[in-house]
Structures are given as C-alpha cells and as structure tokens.
Nanobody, 126 residues
Framework: QVQLVESGGGSVQAGGSLRLSCAAS????????KGWFRQAPGKEREAVAA????????AYADSVKGRFTISHDNAKNLLYLQMNSLKHEDTAMYYC???????????????????WGQGTQVTVSP
C-alpha cells in the first residue's frame, strides 16, 4: 500500500523560506511521477510543481517559478519542495502526490495522480 506523508509546513513571514518533505512507503518512489499541489480555503486545488523519474524533467506553476524548487532523493524515497521568497498568497495546505504514469504535458492535472498525502499547512503572514 502506497503511503505518502508530508512534513515541514509551518508559519513564516513573507519573504521567508520553508522546505517541505514527502516520505513515501510501499512504493519504489523512483519510478513515479511526483508532484506538489496546494489548496487554499475556498479555492480549488492547484498544481505547484512536478518531477519525473531521474529528475530530468521538472515543471512549475508560473506563480512559483524562480521561487520554489522541487527535488527528490530516490534512495531515501523522499520528495522535497524548497520554497523561498514566500508570499502571503502561498498560504495553503500543501499536498504531495504520485503516480506511475502522468504525461508530462499534463503534469498539473490532479486527477491523474492516484496517491496523495494528508497535507501540511503553510501559512505566510504579510
């Protein structure tokens, strides 16, 4: 059974940084497409970033490009999201997601990911 567990969320002032982690069990994480999504209260879940097997392909939402970096440690079955220059509008619950096969052109479609973590809250004060 695939299990994803996020950690690293918290409260920070605008301009600060956080690093989220997602630990996977029950799966060889290295073979999966892995992504981060977020959902703010009253808003739809939106894609943040994704990384593919081998790390050769990464993708980012326009709103986080240049500020967030997705990476993975396949040996440890860990996924990361380094978030710098945080803005108030980055406040949301952040989820990691994974699936065996998500076509890169549609990496942002949450319905294509079958495995999800429970989320970790990120709060950025103005």
């Amino acid at each position: 059974q695939v299990q994803l567990v996020e950690s690293g969320g918290g409260s920070v002032q605008a301009g600060g940084s956080l690093r989220l982690s997602c630990a996977a069990s029950g799966v060889d994480y290295s073979t999966y497409c892995k992504g981060w999504f977020r959902q703010a209260p009253g808003k739809e879940r939106e894609a943040v970033a994704a990384i593919y097997t081998g790390g050769g392909f990464t993708a980012y939402a326009d709103s986080v490009k240049g500020r967030f970096t997705i990476s993975h440690d396949n040996a440890k079955n860990l996924l990361y999201l380094q978030m710098n220059s945080l803005k108030h509008e980055d406040t949301a619950m952040y989820y990691c997601a994974a699936d065996v096969s998500v076509p890169p052109p549609v990496w942002f479609r949450s319905v294509l990911y079958n495995h999800w973590g429970q989320g970790t809250q990120v709060t950025v004060s103005p």
